[in-house]
């Protein structure tokens, strides 16, 4: 049977919460933009920013950490909250090169198991000076089928200026999805809106008045790297996103506001607020900074192919394996979409058939193809191009539609079961099942696709469906005027339930405030649902 769902965290887990918190409390809503700097006048390095964890297997995971100076990161796990008996980890030295962040990573845990784990920063001149330890802990992905795997996904976070605001008590919806307990969190991109400046206050329709935490990185549009890097330090403020990171590690990728809106590869920018125009510049150091922050294997990894890539496999055990997808570095230019011949499309050809090969090994029951942007929901760019893949013909596949095409016929004809697809992205929530007998292009086994968003940003209303792979909208929650702030709008995220027993895959479709507004059970072992 699949483990059951406790109503809050344990009391293991209060109390690492209670000492993470308490290590960094330094960073309060009211005072977080001013407290950071003063942390260098302490005589002992200092994480006060947090601890988190990303890509965990049954005997892997990374750790993370930021120091406000030069450090040593060292990582003790133990399977015990008191670390009566400890491995210890000794990680990389921290400095100006990377932001004071590091990321260290653990290998050899047993598979099925609470980690218990703490970061100390040593002074690198001096070992016996260190800081006060910084403690977290998570689950390692089961070796028995039987365990059960449950998870949770969204995206979308501080974006359309509206930000950490003090006064609902910031990022609310990261503290309702910690005490959900999930064994990880799948965030599926638009982790930060560089793209988006923050205002001190905005006045809403009604004549409330939104106010932001605000911080000199936000006041403007990302370019430089310590803008980059100031971005995605602003989430870390909000003392909810940094209990949820010590508690529930993530699988994280990015798709365009980690850069700015809609960018593609190769793209010279028109935009008078940029005074660097050129797209390659800034994605190579947003994609610097995003290494910096976010624990990613493939970010981390040290030789071979893989290092500096986006797109990965996370294998949790004999129920899931996560394909994480990136359809931003390998676009081609966004366009009307009307072309009868796209080799490159939304993923690259190397990225294609790299899925591929990774689906047809994969022996997992269910495998989540985790994308940064939806399938047939069509997403313009301006008044003629597009944003996404369907561009609202709806016959025969073209443009970036047929890699898709070309992805689903492998899947029907390798008899490749299990496959579902999560997104966020466009600010809403909704369920959409794809079937040949209502597409214009037919080859390809039925499938459902969840959207789940915004975590923290802007509700907008639903886009228009595009019938070539025959999506129907079986369930939307949406605003029906854009930009809604989450002070009129609920937050959105999804959560995946996969029962060890039976091996039925349970979605539910979560609005802030405890409310889960659809529910869809699919059985294993289909082709199509």
């Known amino acids: 049977m699949s483990r059951s769902v406790p109503e809050g965290p344990s009391p293991a887990r209060r109390s690492v919460l209670r000492g993470s918190l308490a290590a960094s409390a330094a960073l309060t809503l009211g005072g977080a933009a001013a407290?950071?700097?003063?942390l260098a006048l302490s005589g002992r390095p200092r994480a006060a920013w947090g601890v988190q964890t990303g890509d965990v297997t049954a005997s892997s995971g990374l750790v993370w950490v930021r120091s406000d100076r030069p450090a040593r990161m060292i990582v003790e796990t133990s399977s015990s909250e008191s670390f009566r008996r400890t491995h210890r980890h000794v990680g990389p030295l921290l400095g100006t090169g990377s932001d004071f962040t590091g990321t260290t990573a653990l290998r050899g845990l047993p598979a099925g198991e609470q980690i218990h784990y703490r970061v100390t920063l040593a002074d690198p001149d001096?070992?016996?000076r260190t800081g006060e330890p910084v403690v977290g802990t998570f689950r390692t992905a089961p070796a028995r089928r039987r365990d059960g795997v449950r998870f949770l996904w969204s995206g979308d976070i501080a974006g359309q200026g509206w930000g950490i605001n003090p006064d609902i008590g910031g990022f609310r919806a990261y503290e309702e999805m910690r005490r959900l307990n999930p064994d990880f969190f799948l965030c599926s991109g638009d982790t930060i809106y560089a793209d988006g400046p923050l205002q001190p206050s905005v006045t809403l329709p009604d004549g409330r008045i939104w106010r932001n935490i605000t911080t000199p990185e936000k006041a403007k549009v990302a370019e430089t790297l310590d803008e980059y890097r100031g971005n995605f330090r602003y989430n870390l403020l909000d003392h909810n996103v940094r209990a949820f990171n010590a508690q529930v590690p993530s699988i994280v990728q990015w798709d365009d506001h980690e850069v700015r809106n809609n960018w593609y590869p190769g793209q010279v920018l028109d935009d008078a607020r940029y005074t660097e125009k050129d797209v390659d510049v800034l994605a190579?150091?947003?994609s610097r900074a995003f290494a910096e922050y976010f624990p990613v294997s493939t970010l981390h990894a040290r030789g071979g192919g893989a290092e500096g890539r986006m797109h990965?496999?996370?294998r949790y055990g004999p129920l899931l394996d996560v394909f994480?997808?990136?359809m931003r570095s390998?676009?081609?230019?966004n366009s009307p979409g009307r072309q009868a011949d796209d080799t490159t499309g939304i993923l690259g050809a190397e990225q294609l058939a790299w899925l591929k090969r990774e689906l047809s090994r994969s022996r997992a029951v269910w495998k989540v193809l985790a994308a940064d942007m939806p399938l047939g929901l069509v997403v313009p760019d301006g008044s003629a191009?597009?944003?996404?893949?369907a561009q609202g013909d709806p016959g025969a596949p073209l443009g970036r539609e047929l890699q898709i095409a070309e992805l689903l016929r492998f899947i029907k004809h390798r008899r490749i079961t299990g496959t579902l697809w999560l997104t966020a992205d466009v600010h809403y929530t909704s369920a959409q099942h794809y079937a040949p007998e209502r597409a214009a292009f037919q080859d390809f086994a039925p499938f459902w696709e969840f959207v789940s968003g915004p975590l923290a940003a802007g509700g907008f209303p639903a886009n228009a469906l595009d019938s070539t792979f025959g999506p129907e909208r079986v369930f939307v929650r949406a605003p029906e005027r854009a930009n809604l702030s989450p002070m009129e709008?609920?937050?959105y995220f999804g959560e995946v339930d996969i029962d060890g027993g039976s091996g039925e895959l349970t979605v539910r479709l979560r609005a802030e405030g405890g409310t889960v507004l659809f529910s869809k059970v699919l059985r294993p072992g289909r082709v199509g649902q």
């Open 35 to 38: 407290a950071a700097p003063a």
């Open 312 to 314: 990965r496999v996370v």
């Open 284 to 286: 190579a150091r947003a």
């Open 330 to 333: 390998y676009r081609n230019a």
């Open 126 to 128: 001096d070992p016996r």
């Open 489 to 491: 709008s609920p937050q």
């Open 385 to 389: 191009n597009i944003e996404a893949i």
């Open 324 to 326: 994480v997808l990136d």
